[in-house]
């Protein structure tokens, strides 16, 4: 589904692209029931690269099939985005750490680089949000990138990599959260610059952390309204 040199994108590599984002960002809200005929109507296309792109988008654990029910987006709950959380802050903290022995200088400057463009974003959005494209446009995907640990590649850049996108983004809307997540990066990359492997870990461990912090406050917020419009 990713651009790769040389190989041309099908109608379905680009539908499954929009609709991807078009879930990350909440345009297609968790827990909603997909209609095909819908997508097909709204993307302007066939009901064969439709299926196809379905069929990814249920692969990367976005969209999820039960019987007599149909399609619907994936929803997580509590629990389970909590359990999600405390995992990438043990494993994308280790991640961190690897980075700090093993990204290239080059790999360094063009992260630097990628978190200027970032800034930029969040500027245009007035700071109320922080969407990073996926793969190599991901922060969080360039550092386990950068640990050159196929393990750890494999756990954190495919599983469920789309699904903590998704969360990542609808949790750090209006709030203060994109500016000092931004921050918190930048502070995590001079880390990796100075190769001190340590801290680099400690900084990311404490940025998930702060991360799942931010959610389960948002979520207890959600539960308690709940509460007061059944009392």
Do not use: W
């Not at 790769?4 to 680009?14: C, E, F, M, N």
């Not at 900084?203 to 799942?212: G, K, V």
């Amino acid at each position: 589904m990713s651009d790769i040199p040389g190989v041309p994108r099908t109608l379905a590599d680009k539908v499954c692209e929009q609709i991807i984002k078009a879930i990350v960002i909440g345009d297609i809200p968790p827990g909603q029931k997909i209609s095909e005929p819908e997508l097909a109507r709204i993307y302007g296309i066939s009901r064969g690269p439709l299926r196809e792109a379905m069929r990814r988008l249920e692969g990367l654990r976005l969209i999820e099939r039960k019987p007599h029910v149909g399609a619907r987006v994936i929803k997580l709950s509590a629990k389970e985005l909590v359990e999600i959380y405390r995992v990438r802050e043990a494993l994308e903290g280790m991640a961190c750490r690897m980075a700090a022995e093993f990204m290239t200088d080059a790999e360094i400057a063009n992260l630097r680089v990628l978190l200027d463009e970032h800034e930029l974003s969040i500027e245009e959005l007035e700071g109320r949000s922080y969407f990073q494209k996926e793969g190599d446009l991901d922060f969080h995907y360039r550092i386990v990138q950068g640990s050159k640990n196929a393990t750890l590649l494999e756990l954190l850049g495919s599983d469920l990599y789309h699904v903590v996108r998704m969360y990542r983004y609808q949790f750090s809307v209006s709030s203060s959260r994109p500016i000092r997540a931004l921050k918190e990066h930048r502070q995590i990359v001079d880390a990796i610059e100075a190769r001190d492997p340590e801290l680099a870990e400690m900084l990311m461990r404490r940025h998930i952390s702060a991360a799942r912090k931010n959610i389960e406050e948002k979520l207890n917020i959600a539960i308690d309204l709940k509460g007061e419009k059944h009392g």
